[in-house]
């Protein structure tokens, strides 16, 4: 990841990697204090330096977060029902679609490829979960959608991967999260509005 221009430090690792471990016990009153992260779980936050950039070592934070938060959900998916966080995010999405989805458009939410939507689908088809129904007016699409069974199976693990997400962000305040929520949809927005083509909106996910 090239996330800045500024010439290597000098210093060893593990002094920017302590710099890191250091500012995690600042924190803000509203929050309960925070153990020192250690060498296993620092992360990416070990490419940190003190002196860097806020907005870098806020990248990096962020990105150090969401890798933790990740990585817990696929071991629990794994552990608890046998099903990777891939397939869990397919049937996520015809779950909020049950009028169905064609696959490009599912391609598109999933920010995958379509040889990989094709393979998934394959597998989820053989198990009784998805099935393709033909499009009328396109013979050569059809649209995906969740069998009852599909359903039932995606809401069960549905509600233990929700409680599992609310636990990951028990100890910040609800005042906190709206907070962070609020800001980081500021970011996303601005960050949209940067890489949006010269004179041109990007294709809807259906088109």
């Known amino acids: 990841m090239s996330s800045t221009k500024r010439a290597p430090s000098s210093r060893p690792s593990s002094s920017r990697a302590s710099s890191v471990r250091a500012s995690s016990v600042r924190a803000s009153p509203s929050l309960r204090a925070v153990p020192v ?16 950039h806020m907005a870098l070592k ?12 990740e990585t817990e959900i696929r ?24 009028e169905g989805l064609r696959m490009n458009a599912l391609s598109r939410y999933l920010m995958v ?11 989820l088809e053989k198990e009784g979960l998805v099935v393709r129904e033909a499009v009328p007016d396109d013979r050569r699409a059809f649209l995906l959608k969740l069998t009852p069974r599909g359903r039932q199976t995606f809401e069960a693990m549905a509600e233990e991967h929700e409680s599992w997400v609310i636990e990951f962000f ?38």
Not at 79 to 86: D, E, K, M, P, T
Not at 170 to 186: C, I, N, P, V, W
């Open 75 to 98: 071991r629990r998916l794994r552990a608890r029902f046998g099903i990777s966080l891939a397939r869990f995010d397919y049937l996520a999405q015809l779950h909020r679609h049950p």
């Open 170 to 207: 028990s100890d910040l305040r609800l005042a906190d999260r709206k907070t962070l929520y609020e800001l980081l949809g500021h970011l996303r927005a601005h960050m949209a509005a940067r890489l949006l083509p010269e004179g041109g909106s990007r294709a809807a996910p259906g088109g």
């Open 58 to 69: 806020l990248w990096l934070r962020m990105l150090a977060c969401t890798q933790q938060i």
């Open 113 to 123: 490829t379509g040889g990989s939507i094709t393979g998934l689908t394959d597998e």
């Open 37 to 52: 992260l250690d060498d296993h779980s620092i992360g990416h936050e070990a490419r940190a330096a003190s002196d860097d």
